[in-house]
């Protein structure tokens, strides 16, 4: 993940064939989310549990906002108030990352 990136991550369960109508309609709503400026990727998918996960990754927390404001956010709202059980949702924000100078960093410190 890049420097201020925001990822919406949502989580729900339910039966084997609840959560394969969630995916599909999932992957229906991801099509015009992935057209939106500052989305970086937008997936669906189901466990063997049948817990259904849907990711949104924006560029930035402006654009996240945006996203949240659009009609569009609406559909995916009205998506998770039908579901049966609440849903689990994080907006996880990114405020660094790092590359392989972490690596250097953390085994350079292990071997004072």
Do not use: K
């Not at 969630?22 to 817990?51: H, K, M, N, Q, Y």
């Not at 949104?56 to 569009?72: F, G, I």
């Amino acid at each position: 993940m890049r420097d201020g990136m925001v990822r919406l991550a949502v989580a729900l369960r339910g039966s084997a064939r609840h959560a394969q109508e969630l995916v599909e309609t999932f992957r229906f709503l991801i099509v015009s989310t992935r057209l939106e400026p500052g989305c970086l990727g937008c997936s669906a998918w189901a466990d063997p549990d049948s817990t259904v996960h849907y990711v949104e990754e924006w560029t930035t927390e402006p654009e996240m906002r945006r996203r949240v404001q659009s009609a569009n956010f609406t559909s995916l709202l009205a998506v998770l108030e039908a579901a049966r059980e609440p849903p689990r949702i994080q907006f996880q924000f990114v405020s660094t990352t790092r590359g392989l100078d972490y690596v250097e960093e953390v085994r350079r410190d292990s071997v004072s």
